[in-house]
């Protein structure tokens, strides 16, 4: 069997295990479980100057080896190009988008890095696998590095159509360098469109046929067991308690302008004003983590959904009422999924998303007895594997309201009928499913 190089922006750390990993670390380790395998890529530190060379640290058949990223390199290849010019337009939000020279200079810099590190350490019969917008021109970098390795690359964000990305500068150079990759897969079929075109319109036809959508999914039955337990655990119980018999909403994103979250703080004012049976009946808990808080767009976007909550609970609450919960503080991943199998109704709104992992997590944690309903963006990835989703604009409050007294007045009957075909959806092409077919597709089977 081939060893797998998974290269990826940030490395998981090693000693992080289980239900405190990100859920790609989860499924990934898994998928690998049987293979010598190789995590490459930034430590998550800074220092003076990038690193020449990697640390690396062995577990089992796995080896992390991380660079640290020099503090110049950091701001102009994540912070700038990455993040603040790169995540916009491939979330469609190209008003948000910064660019500069500089900035793009620093992210080719940090790719060029990542390759002249790597390649030492490749061995003739490596599959290497790239993850992400970070690493576009990865895979040309190893090309100049004289690798002849098989080479993959997965977009876990969208990718817009032809005429918005090409307003990037640069943009066909990164289009180009995709042609590098052997595989080169994407979320959904309406973004392996959107990346044909462009590969087509940047005269790199043959590199449209090697696109394809390998749509990722959760670890179904793990989170479905994480659930069961925690339903059962102190913690659930108190915030169940804390209820006192009203329905919860709840909704978890990282708190981030994709997610469509002042749009949805609204559409719940709106439940509130238009549907007044409502009223004192239901608890709306939000868990939207800070990242990338030095970023500005995050703080004014941090600043805006504070006034949305203190309007809402200011206008409508009762003293013993507090309409909408609002925590800017991760939770553990096992209290998360027994909140979530409490919850009546998964609010689950981004305005693009790659997939959205949390609205697959959200029906992998209700009780198959009597579980609850999901509003969904339409614009969410996982939106075609969800039919029995409610599916919303996340643009308009109003429809937002109105799914959602949907969800809070749906009969027994059919929330079973709209949750077991998911369920079953979701146990079949779970993260395990999605790393084989990948890895099948670079080892040149699929
Ligand atoms: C990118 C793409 C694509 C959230 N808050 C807490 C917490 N989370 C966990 C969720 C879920 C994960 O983080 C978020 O995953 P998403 O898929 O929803 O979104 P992104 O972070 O934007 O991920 C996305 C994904 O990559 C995979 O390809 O689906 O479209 O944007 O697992 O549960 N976990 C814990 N505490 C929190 O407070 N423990």
């Known amino acids: 069997m081939n060893r797998l190089i998974i290269v990826a922006n940030r490395v998981p750390n090693p000693r992080e295990r289980g239900a405190t990993a990100g859920g790609l670390a989860v499924a990934l380790r898994e998928a690998i479980a049987h293979r010598q395998a190789l995590w490459f890529g930034w430590s998550g530190q800074t220092a003076e100057a990038t690193a020449a060379a990697p640390a690396e640290t062995r577990q089992g058949r796995l080896t992390y080896a991380t660079l640290d990223l020099g503090e110049e390199d950091y701001r102009r290849y994540y912070r700038g190009f990455a993040n603040a010019t790169l995540w916009p337009t491939l979330h469609y939000r190209l008003g948000l988008a910064q660019f500069s020279r500089e900035d793009y200079i620093g992210y080719r810099k940090v790719n060029a890095a990542f390759a002249a590190a790597l390649a030492p350490l490749l061995r003739p019969s490596d599959l290497v696998w790239a993850h992400d917008f970070h690493l576009f021109p990865l895979g040309s970098e190893l090309r100049r590095q004289g690798c002849r390795q098989r080479l993959g690359f997965f977009l876990h964000v969208p990718f817009p159509p032809y005429g918005l990305f090409s307003a990037l500068p640069r943009s066909g150079e990164l289009i180009t360098d995709l042609a590098a990759y052997d595989v080169i897969g994407v979320q959904t079929e309406d973004d392996a469109a959107n990346l044909r075109a462009a590969l087509i319109a940047e005269n790199q036809p043959e590199a449209a046929t090697r696109v394809a959508a390998y749509p990722i999914g959760i670890n179904a039955e793990g989170f479905t067991a994480l659930a069961e337990r925690a339903i059962l655990g102190q913690e659930t119980a108190r915030f169940r308690q804390s209820l006192v018999g009203r329905a919860l909403v709840i909704g978890v994103d990282r708190l981030d302008y994709t997610k469509g979250l002042p749009q949805r703080f609204c559409g719940y004012g709106q439940l509130l004003a238009r ?35 203190g309007r809402i609970n200011g206008q409508q609450a009762e003293p013993d009422w507090v309409p909408l919960r609002y925590m800017t503080r991760a939770v553990s991943r096992p209290t998360l999924a027994g909140f979530m199998r409490l919850a009546r109704v998964g609010l689950v709104t981004p305005l693009r998303d790659g997939m959205n992992l949390v609205a697959k997590e959200y029906v992998a944690a209700q009780d198959p007895e009597d579980p609850g309903a999901l509003v969904l963006s339409r614009f969410a990835g996982a939106a075609p594997q969800l039919p029995g989703a409610l599916l919303v604009n996340p643009l308009d409050p109003d429809e937002i309201a109105e799914a959602l007294d949907q969800a809070l007045t749906m009969p027994r009957e059919e929330r079973l009928a709209r949750w077991r075909p998911m369920a079953e959806e979701g146990r079949a092409s779970g993260a395990r499913a999605w790393c084989l077919s990948f890895i099948a597709a670079l080892e040149g089977g699929g």
């Open 275 to 309: 549907f007044r049976q409502h009223l004192s009946r239901v608890t709306y808990l939000q868990v939207a983590p800070v990242s990338r808080g030095d970023v500005a767009e995050y703080r004014s976007l941090r600043k805006e959904l504070d006034e949305w909550v």
